[in-house]
């Protein structure tokens, strides 16, 4: 395992608040194996353990592996949104005044749906 895998592991779980602990509770490893692997001190890392990682990291395998970027991590992270958070409001921004209105409408009307 490379440092660079380490390094986006350590990034995003800051960018998450997450403590050592805390990720390797929702993985299933201790946190000493995190930092292990935060560090390169593990040099492989199990194709299960990368896939529980990136979900509670709430990113790809692709990304914890290096071999692809995320979109909008940067803008999401600085943000505090998840996935889903941050389509939604890709999806806002993409849309027409009239777009955006409509929208917010559904969106509205959903919310007092579901409070109901």
Not at 11 to 18: D, E, I, P, T, W
Not at 90 to 96: A, G, N, T, W
């Amino acid at each position: 395992m490379t440092s660079e895998i380490g390094d986006r592991i350590r990034a995003r779980r800051y960018a998450l608040q997450m403590t050592l602990a805390d990720l390797g509770k929702k993985v299933g490893v201790g946190a000493s194996t995190v930092r292990k692997w935060e560090t390169g001190d593990i040099k492989d890392m199990r194709s299960d353990k990368i896939q529980k990682v990136a979900q509670a990291l709430d990113v790809t395998s692709a990304y914890i592996m290096g071999w692809e970027e995320q979109t909008g991590f940067d803008e999401r992270v600085e943000l505090g949104l998840n996935i889903e958070e941050a389509e939604l409001l890709r999806i806002y921004q993409s849309l027409s005044v009239r777009g955006r209105v409509k929208l917010l409408t559904a969106a509205m009307d959903i919310e007092a749906a579901d409070n109901k």
